[in-house]
Nanobody, 128 residues
Framework: DVQLQASGGGLVQAGGSLRLSCAASGFTSDDYAIGWFRQAPGKEREGISCIRNRDGKTYYADSVKGRFTVSSDHAKNTLYLQMNSLKPEDTAVYYC?????????????????????WGQGTLVTVSS
């Protein structure tokens, strides 16, 4: 079975950093794009990033550009979301997701409709 396991969330002060992990099993993440999403309380889900693992091409939402960085460790079949300069408005449950088929990031990458496999989410809380 294909599974994505997100982890690494926690409580951090504004200006701090966290690194989220997304462990993939049941498929080789090298062949897939992995998207990162978040959902804050009372708000709609927001697509914030995608990485095309085949060549490392990345996409970022304006809300996180310059602060968040996605990367992958092919040997560990794990993806990472490094989050720096965190703000209280970054507080949300963060998810990683993969499309149904291997290949590049969906168009648009930030639409959850294009993703089929979802991790369970990890909570990030940024205090002011």
């Amino acid at each position: 079975d294909v599974q994505l396991q997100a982890s690494g969330g926690g409580l951090v002060q504004a200006g701090g950093s966290l690194r989220l992990s997304c462990a993939a099993s049941g498929f080789t993440s090298d062949d897939y794009a992995i998207g990162w999403f978040r959902q804050a309380p009372g708000k709609e889900r927001e697509g914030i990033s995608c990485i095309r693992n085949r060549d490392g091409k990345t996409y970022y939402a304006d809300s996180v550009k310059g602060r968040f960085t996605v990367s992958s460790d092919h040997a560990k079949n794990t993806l990472y979301l490094q989050m720096n300069s965190l703000k209280p408005e970054d507080t949300a449950v963060y998810y990683c997701a993969a499309p149904w088929r291997p290949g590049g990031c969906p168009a648009p990458y930030y639409s959850g409709s294009w993703y089929y496999y979802w991790g369970q989410g990890t909570l990030v809380t940024v205090s002011s």
